[in-house]
């Protein structure tokens, strides 16, 4: 019987990981520390991600430009790149699955003549704006409005918690056609060049530094109609299709983190660190460390791409990919602390990174749905699965 492989199910999916390892060891690592420190995110290698890997668009077929991959591609992808930067990642996250794979599947050809290969091949960076200041997990609580005038929609609101707000070139932006209805929220694409569109404050967080995140405001934002997405009150049905990948690749990024932070802390406790004429991981304490934190990341890991498999287009799984997101977000916050305590000292400092890698870490539990939201909607989906 032929071994089966979870992590790469075919030929091309082990490629593309060694590939994507390859690249993100090389270039991501030694600029990550850097980009931290100073708040900055670097373009010109997030660019390079389309003209030297052709990494953006993995979801979307080869007829439309894209590389006709599955979800296991995308998890792949997002687990290999944030071994190395997180904040990067989710730069990457919020082009390649919030803009690029939402607007595809839900746009018209037209539609995605003009728009789509300009952000496949690097020209423009996409975002995705639907959290504001009182509506986070709360999607429908949104107050940004849009009315039809013409042959426009015009948008009053705030966004809040935009990931790559400072340089995007175009977002899908969502708003209510009545503000008392949550069943009206409509999806629009927003270019930054439209009159009355602004970028607000730039926060300053704990981590998660590469990654700007700012405030979008919407005065009078006139949007043509043909950057109407679907239809008028159609958004939630985009909104829902999307969330299964962008769950997952959330999964995904937090299983790259506890990787990193298992490899770390083992490596430094059998090799590097001894104490009382033995290597650190002869002592039981530590020996709990690494066997609590391999079996965790294994069974992260395990459930992430077991989920991911399943998924597509017009496949759902809001089961699974909430609990793979719970389980992930949750063991790369724990395998994180671990590497930090094995290393002491060290690990507090920054020469070993893991303490970077943990407060990236903490934002997976909050973004693309709080932890909190994932165990509610787990208990929805097993009463609907087991109520009599």
């Known amino acids: 019987m032929a071994k089966i492989d979870l992590y790469n199910p075919t030929e091309e999916h082990a490629a593309l990981r060694e590939t994507v390892a390859r690249w993100a060891e090389a270039e991501l690592d030694p600029q990550a520390d850097e980009h931290?420190?100073?708040?900055?995110?670097n373009v010109a290698l997030f660019r390079r991600l389309a003209t030297e890997l052709g990494l953006f668009g993995v979801t979307i077929p080869e007829s439309a430009g894209g590389l006709g991959l599955d979800s296991v591609a995308a998890v792949i992808i997002h687990e290999e790149m944030s071994r190395f930067d997180p904040a990067f990642t989710l730069s990457y996250l919020?082009?390649?699955?919030?803009?690029?794979?939402?607007?595809?599947?839900?746009?018209?050809?037209?539609?995605?003549?003009?728009?789509l290969g300009k952000v496949?091949?690097?020209?423009?960076?996409?975002?995705?704006?639907?959290?504001?200041?009182?509506?986070?997990?709360?999607?429908?609580g949104m107050t940004t409005v849009a009315r039809?005038?013409?042959?426009?929609?015009?948008?009053?609101?705030?966004?809040?918690?935009?990931?790559?707000?400072?340089?995007?070139?175009?977002f899908l932006v969502y708003a209510k056609m009545d503000r008392e209805d949550p069943r009206s929220i409509t999806s629009f694409v927003v270019e930054k060049d439209f009159a009355g569109f602004g970028v607000g404050k730039k926060e300053t967080k704990m981590g998660m530094r590469q990654s700007p995140t700012c405030q979008l405001v919407l005065e009078d934002v006139r949007v043509p109609v043909g950057n109407l997405l679907g239809e008028e009150g159609g958004a939630l049905v985009h909104m829902m299709r999307n969330l299964e990948?962008?769950?997952?690749?959330?999964?995904?990024?937090?299983?790259?983190i506890s990787r990193q932070c298992l490899?770390?802390?083992?490596?430094?406790?059998?090799?590097?660190?001894?104490?009382?004429?033995?290597?650190?991981?002869?002592?039981?304490?530590?020996?709990?460390?690494?066997?609590?934190?391999?079996?965790?990341?294994?069974?992260?890991?395990?459930?992430?791409?077991?989920?991911?498999?399943?998924?597509?287009?017009?496949?759902?799984?809001?089961?699974?990919?909430?609990?793979?997101?719970?389980?992930?977000?949750?063991?790369?916050?724990?395998?994180?602390?671990?590497?930090?305590?094995?290393?002491?000292?060290y690990g507090?400092?920054?020469?070993?990174?893991?303490?970077?890698?943990?407060?990236?870490?903490?934002?997976?539990?909050?973004?693309?749905?709080?932890?909190?939201?994932?165990?509610?909607?787990?208990?929805?989906?097993?009463?609907?699965?087991?109520?009599?």
Not at 368 to 383: F, H, R, W
């Open 36 to 41: 931290d420190r100073t708040e900055t995110f």
């Open 94 to 115: 919020a082009h390649e699955v919030l803009f690029v794979n939402n607007f595809y599947w839900s746009a018209t050809d037209a539609q995605r003549e003009r728009i």
């Open 120 to 140: 496949i091949d690097g020209t423009w960076i996409g975002g995705m704006a639907m959290s504001e200041p009182d509506a986070g997990t709360d999607v429908l």
């Open 148 to 170: 039809r005038d013409g042959e426009h929609y015009i948008l009053n609101g705030v966004k809040q918690w935009i990931t790559n707000s400072t340089h995007a070139d175009v």
């Open 245 to 256: 990948i962008e769950r997952v690749t959330l999964g995904a990024m937090s299983n790259g």
């Open 263 to 345: 490899e770390i802390m083992a490596r430094y406790a059998i090799n590097d660190r001894k104490a009382f004429g033995k290597p650190l991981s002869a002592f039981g304490q530590v020996q709990r460390f690494l066997g609590e934190g391999y079996a965790k990341t294994e069974a992260a890991r395990a459930l992430t791409y077991h989920v991911a498999a399943g998924l597509g287009p017009d496949v759902r799984n809001s089961l699974g990919a909430g609990a793979a997101k719970l389980v992930a977000t949750m063991t790369a916050e724990e395998v994180a602390r671990m590497a930090i305590q094995v290393l002491g000292g």
């Open 348 to 388: 507090y400092t920054r020469e070993y990174r893991v303490e970077r890698l943990l407060r990236d870490a903490i934002l997976l539990s909050i973004g693309g749905g709080t932890n909190e939201a994932m165990q509610k909607n787990i208990t929805s989906d097993l009463v609907r699965l087991y109520r009599d």
